[in-house]
């Protein structure tokens, strides 16, 4: 049962420290998104790519946060520094990108809190 | 881009009751639309797809045109589908943006 795996599942640090969260996406997924969730914004998101390019970090802020894809077996989203309104949960969901049918397949997620 | 809007963030019903979670879109052509579910600590997975007009756990949903909605029902709501529900447009070639989810309470 092929799955998406994220590290780590829990990260606690302090303000201006750096993070970085990692996924795995599913053997064979061409396209890879990254997605925080907070109670007040429901799922954003943040980066995605397709073939290990990057299509679209316009909801990353860029100041503090990349996102990188150095190979097809690795995704990363790096917080430097950190703050405290970054606490949430960060997925990443990969999928096949079949125009109109893809269904995304979403790790556990990264549950990240700043103090 | 292809927009989809999920007015309500709580919904609360009690178990035996109908239950609908609304969701439009605001694209043309010919919408493909998904329902997500995340239940508590778990991972969002796939609840189902427009294209496959099946039933999932006792949930269906139609794709309206004339009201461009795709909105998540079930006639007798269950505790254990309390949970976060999210509609979404499929991914392949463009960025996926998902509607601000609906939190479903289903109280005993």
């Known amino acids: 049962d092929a799955r998406v795996t994220q590290t780590p599942r829990h990260k606690v640090t302090e303000m201006g420290q750096e993070v970085t969260m990692r996924c795995q996406p599913i053997l064979g997924h061409n396209t890879v998104f990254w997605y925080r969730q907070t109670m007040m914004q429901g799922l954003e998101l943040l980066a995605y790519?397709?073939?290990?390019?990057?299509?679209?970090d316009s909801g990353m802020p860029k100041d503090r946060f990349s996102a990188e894809m150095p190979d097809a077996t690795l995704a990363t989203l790096k917080i430097q520094p950190s703050e405290p309104r970054d606490s949430a949960v960060y997925f990443c969901?990969?999928?096949?990108?079949?125009?109109?049918?893809?269904?995304?397949?979403f790790g556990e997620g990264s549950r990240l809190t700043v103090l | 881009a292809q927009r989809v809007t999920q007015p309500e963030k709580l919904l609360s019903v009690f178990k035996g009751a109908p239950v609908e979670l609304k969701c439009n879109y605001s694209?043309?052509?010919?919408?493909?639309l998904f329902w997500y579910v995340q239940y508590s600590r778990q991972r969002l997975q796939l609840l189902l797809r427009h294209i496959s007009r099946e039933s999932i756990k006792g949930f269906t949903a139609d794709l309206n045109k004339g009201e461009t909605s795709f909105h998540l029902k079930k006639p007798f709501a269950q505790e254990e589908d309390s949970a976060m529900y999210y509609c979404a447009p499929p991914e392949g070639g463009f960025k996926t943006i998902f509607g601000a989810g609906t939190r479903l309470f289903v109280k005993a």
């Open positions: 790519f397709r073939n290990r390019a990057p299509l679209d």
């Open positions: 969901a990969s999928g096949s990108g079949r125009m109109n049918t893809g269904e995304l397949f």
């Open positions: 694209y043309s052509g010919s919408p493909e």
